[in-house]
């Protein structure tokens, strides 16, 4: 049976091998210690899993409108104000079933096919892909270690062509942790404008940071950045609400109705019991955030010292999100390996220790490891990893 020509355009996940290996070996019975994990290791706060019981309760098990029920878009709208000091209307909110179908839909209604997306790398892996799914054409542009995984001006402006539709800023980042600040923003920004370059600001992570750096959106910075700017965001990492799959979307109305549209096309709406939960969240007064961070920021200053003591590795100390991205190069070579995917399946098999390769991301020469996971787990996963470094030199 052929298959349409958009899914054979898929480039399969990397991950998606040593996944399969690291199940395979949990259920022979291995001590497999899986650091790929995508997600907050926290339950989603009682208050809001309460939230969707009285939802169920009192019968709020319906259709709702596509956009998502108006209270919620309106607490988005305050939070917007709150958190980043900036005005939206409820008409210029759309909330999608995660920030992932957030980004699939705006990518479908803004995307002909041979425009052009300018994807810094590291990335995260659905970026290319659901650009390639809409018919555009991914733009990867490489940013380095040196510049901490950030785009610079130069870089930017030397791949603008005239198909160049929009940028994709992702901040803090997933797989780096890294963040651009203001000034760094008003850079990338200005070109932006002068090329009329649509900005999609990804900031899932904005809550995870561990630093005194503050979160800034793109959008903050000028009337006019904000006007061309699509703001992705949600509650599963902030609110430890991973599956309940809320995300949305902020920016010009004409793009949110289109999204809006779509949408009753394709999931008629986010699920009923999810919205109300995630309107709990976010006009309670209760911290879903503190506990979390704090446990982050230990996990990230334990692992990080454990990670950059072994041979052969070096590591940008991450700002936000909940990843170390270190460089592994030169252990792959001392260690024998062709390639950094083989290292990672060989340290699978004989420490039974999952890290997600870079190629995934963009970056062959580094892994990725999760640390939302226990401190008894990065303990070990960081003590294997230097054992299966030093026995293969």
């Given at each position: 049976?052929?298959?349409?020509?958009?899914?054979?355009?898929?480039?399969?996940?990397?991950?998606?091998?040593?996944?399969?290996?690291?199940?395979?070996?949990?259920?022979?019975?291995?001590?497999?210690?899986?650091?790929?994990?995508?997600?907050?290791?926290?339950?989603?706060?009682?208050?809001?899993?309460?939230?969707?019981?009285?939802?169920?309760?009192?019968?709020?098990?319906?259709?709702?409108?596509?956009?998502?029920?108006?209270?919620?878009?309106?607490?988005?709208?305050?939070?917007?104000?709150?958190?980043n000091n900036l005005d939206y209307t409820s008409d210029q909110i759309i909330v999608t079933t995660g920030a992932k179908h957030a980004l699939y839909t705006l990518f479908q209604v803004l995307i002909n096919p041979g425009d052009e997306v300018?994807?810094?790398?590291?990335?995260?892996?659905?970026?290319?892909?659901?650009?390639?799914?809409?018919?555009?054409?991914?733009?990867?542009?490489?940013?380095?270690?040196?510049?901490?995984?950030?785009?610079?001006?130069?870089?930017?402006?030397?791949?603008?062509?005239?198909?160049?539709?929009?940028?994709?800023?992702?901040?803090?980042?997933?797989?780096?942790?890294?963040?651009?600040?203001?000034?760094?923003?008003?850079?990338?920004?200005?070109?932006?404008?002068?090329?009329?370059?649509?900005?999609?600001?990804?900031?899932?992570?904005?809550?995870?940071?561990?630093?005194?750096?503050?979160?800034?959106?793109?959008?903050?910075?000028?009337?006019?950045?904000?006007?061309?700017?699509?703001?992705?965001?949600?509650?599963?990492?902030?609110?430890?609400?991973?599956?309940?799959?809320?995300?949305?979307?902020?920016?010009?109305?004409?793009?949110?109705?289109?999204?809006?549209?779509?949408?009753?096309?394709?999931?008629?709406?986010?699920?009923?019991?999810?919205?109300?939960?995630?309107?709990?969240?976010?006009?309670?007064?209760?911290?879903?955030?503190?506990?979390?961070?704090?446990?982050?920021?230990?996990?990230?200053?334990?692992?990080?010292?454990?990670?950059?003591?072994?041979?052969?590795?070096?590591?940008?100390?991450?700002?936000?999100?909940?990843?170390?991205?270190?460089?592994?190069?030169?252990?792959?070579?001392?260690?024998?390996?062709?390639?950094?995917?083989?290292?990672?399946?060989?340290?699978?098999?004989?420490?039974?220790?999952?890290?997600?390769?870079?190629?995934?991301?963009?970056?062959?020469?580094?892994?990725?490891?999760?640390?939302?996971?226990?401190?008894?787990?990065?303990?070990?996963?960081?003590?294997?990893?230097?054992?299966?470094?030093?026995?293969?030199?």
């Amino acid at each position: 049976m052929e298959l349409a020509n958009r899914v054979k355009t898929l480039t399969p996940s990397s991950t998606l091998a040593i996944t399969a290996k690291a199940k395979s070996l949990k259920e022979e019975g291995h001590d497999v210690i899986g650091l790929g994990a995508g997600e907050p290791d926290f339950n989603t706060p009682l208050y809001i899993i309460e939230a969707a019981k009285d939802a169920m309760e009192n019968g709020m098990t319906k259709y709702t409108p596509s956009g998502g029920i108006v209270g919620l878009r309106e607490a988005i709208c305050a939070k917007f104000k709150s958190d980043n000091n900036l005005d939206y209307t409820s008409d210029q909110i759309i909330v999608t079933t995660g920030a992932k179908h957030a980004l699939y839909t705006l990518f479908q209604v803004l995307i002909n096919p041979g425009d052009e997306v300018i994807v810094p790398a590291p990335y995260w892996v659905s970026y290319p892909e659901q650009i390639k799914l809409a018919g555009g054409n991914p733009v990867i542009v490489k940013a380095s270690e040196e510049n901490s995984f950030k785009l610079t001006p130069e870089q930017l402006e030397a791949v603008i062509t005239t198909k160049t539709k929009a940028i994709i800023i992702n901040s803090p980042s997933n797989p780096t942790g890294m963040m651009y600040d203001e000034e760094e923003l008003n850079a990338l920004g200005k070109i932006c404008i002068k090329h009329n370059i649509i900005i999609i600001s990804d900031e899932i992570y904005e809550k995870l940071i561990y630093t005194d750096d503050k979160h800034l959106s793109i959008a903050q910075l000028s009337d006019q950045l904000k006007e061309q700017t699509i703001v992705i965001n949600g509650l599963s990492k902030s609110h430890a609400m991973t599956g309940w799959r809320i995300g949305y979307a902020a920016g010009d109305k004409t793009i949110i109705k289109a999204m809006t549209n779509l949408a009753s096309h394709s999931t008629s709406n986010p699920t009923s019991i999810a919205q109300f939960a995630a309107l709990a969240a976010y006009e309670s007064a209760e911290d879903p955030i503190t506990e979390m961070k704090r446990a982050f920021k230990q996990r990230l200053t334990m692992l990080y010292e454990l990670i950059v003591d072994i041979p052969g590795i070096t590591c940008e100390k991450p700002k936000g999100a909940f990843y170390l991205f270190p460089n592994v190069e030169e252990a792959v070579k001392n260690n024998g390996f062709d390639s950094v995917d083989a290292w990672v399946t060989a340290l699978l098999e004989e420490e039974k220790v999952a890290l997600v390769p870079g190629s995934g991301f963009g970056s062959n020469g580094n892994v990725r490891l999760s640390y939302a996971t226990s401190i008894g787990s990065l303990t070990e996963a960081a003590k294997r990893i230097k054992r299966f470094v030093i026995n293969h030199q």
